[in-house]
């Protein structure tokens, strides 16, 4: 990640309290390993869960806002451990980001890719930078000749179908989109936009960036894709599901409702998030 990302990245590392001797030493091995890359641009905040070993589904909202407060740049982009920007994507979406309006709050997309695993016995751990598409050009060839590079999730069209991908592939200049619910990108916004923190009652897999990404959404900003940069997910097996997750979110659902109804939603602020639940690392 780092050696595709020429800005600033705030890292959370996720371990549990049985495994916290193990974790420092890893990370601190991981910094050793690659100070010149990390020094003055990478910083990592460790996060040891102490809950009852019968709840520990994974926080993923408590670690996001985590990374969002330490995070001292103006412009934000969160992301997840398993998306790899393309080379550059940094310095590109600083070149697009003033083609947005400047009295409205808007955000940037990044369209969302993903390299597919051959079957099931492949380890994705020993995927490395070279078998993700490096710039717009490499995506598009491999689009062609290599069935293993998608769309993000394409078989399900609300996730990430609103990044209009057909007009994607041909743009130059970024361009706006229209928000659709059920959408979920990957975006890049300024915190001079007063943003709600993801809700922090999610835990486990489903429905915990989602509600985040429609209030942004029904709040009114604006949404433009960015031409030439992207992300590209390596894909691995799912997270097992918290079944309260279904309940909270119709909670969510039901607050927010309320909160919009009576114009009374108080926004606090955003996030940016590289999270990770262990020192795993692409290989170089």
Same mark, same amino acid.
């Given at each position: 990640?780092?050696?595709?990302?020429?800005?600033?990245?705030?890292?959370?590392?996720?371990?549990?309290?049985?495994?916290?001797?193990?974790?420092?030493?890893?990370?601190?091995?991981?910094?050793?390993?690659?100070?010149?890359?990390f020094?003055?641009?990478?910083?990592?905040?460790?996060?040891?869960?102490?809950?009852?070993?019968?709840?520990?589904?994974?926080?993923?909202?408590?670690?996001?806002?985590?990374?969002?407060?330490?995070?001292?740049?103006?412009?934000?982009?969160?992301?997840?451990?398993?998306?790899?920007?393309?080379?550059?994507?940094?310095?590109?979406?600083?070149?697009?980001?003033?083609?947005?309006?400047?009295?409205?709050?808007?955000?940037?997309?990044?369209?969302a890719?993903?390299?597919?695993?051959?079957?099931?016995?492949?380890?994705?751990?020993?995927?490395? %930078?070279?078998?993700?598409?490096?710039?717009?050009?490499?995506?598009?060839?491999?689009?062609?000749?290599?069935?293993?590079?998608?769309?993000?999730?394409?078989?399900?069209?609300?996730?990430?179908?609103?990044?209009?991908?057909?007009?994607?592939?041909?743009?130059?200049?970024?361009?706006?989109?229209? +928000?659709?619910?059920?959408?979920?990108?990957?975006f890049?916004?300024s915190?001079?936009w007063? %943003?709600?923190?993801?809700?922090?009652h999610?835990t486990?897999?489903?429905?915990?960036?989602?509600?985040?990404?429609?209030?942004?959404?029904?709040?009114? +900003?604006?949404?433009?894709?960015?031409?030439?940069?992207?992300?590209?997910?390596?894909n691995?097996?799912?997270?097992?599901?918290?079944?309260?997750?279904?309940?909270?979110?119709?909670?969510?659902?039901?607050?927010?409702?309320?909160?919009?109804?009576?114009?009374?939603?108080?926004?606090?602020?955003?996030?940016?998030?590289? %999270?990770?639940?262990?020192?795993?690392?692409?290989?170089?």
């Amino acid at each position: 990640m780092a050696k595709r990302w020429d800005g600033y990245i705030s890292v959370v590392i996720y371990g549990k309290e049985d495994d916290e001797d193990q974790l420092m030493h890893q990370v601190e091995h991981l910094w050793s390993r690659h100070e010149q890359t990390f020094e003055g641009k990478v910083a990592i905040h460790v996060v040891i869960d102490r809950r009852p070993k019968d709840d520990l589904f994974y926080p993923h909202n408590i670690l996001r806002n985590i990374a969002k407060e330490n995070t001292p740049t103006d412009l934000l982009f969160y992301n997840d451990i398993d998306f790899i920007p393309s080379y550059n994507a940094h310095s590109m979406l600083l070149k697009h980001i003033p083609s947005m309006p400047n009295d409205e709050p808007s955000v940037m997309v990044l369209p969302a890719f993903e390299r597919k695993l051959r079957d099931e016995n492949e380890d994705e751990t020993k995927i490395s %930078l070279r078998d993700i598409p490096s710039s717009k050009a490499n995506l598009m060839g491999n689009l062609i000749t290599n069935d293993r590079i998608r769309p993000f999730r394409e078989s399900y069209q609300p996730g990430h179908g609103p990044s209009n991908y057909t007009k994607w592939y041909t743009a130059t200049k970024a361009y706006q989109i229209n +928000f659709a619910l059920n959408y979920e990108p990957y975006f890049v916004v300024s915190k001079r936009w007063n %943003l709600p923190p993801f809700w922090e009652h999610f835990t486990g897999y489903g429905k915990n960036k989602q509600t985040w990404v429609e209030e942004i959404g029904v709040a009114g +900003f604006n949404f433009f894709v960015c031409p030439d940069a992207f992300i590209t997910h390596v894909n691995h097996n799912n997270d097992k599901q918290d079944d309260r997750c279904v309940v909270l979110f119709f909670l969510w659902m039901v607050i927010w409702m309320l909160l919009y109804e009576t114009k009374s939603l108080i926004f606090s602020f955003f996030l940016f998030t590289l %999270l990770t639940q262990d020192c795993s690392e692409f290989n170089d």
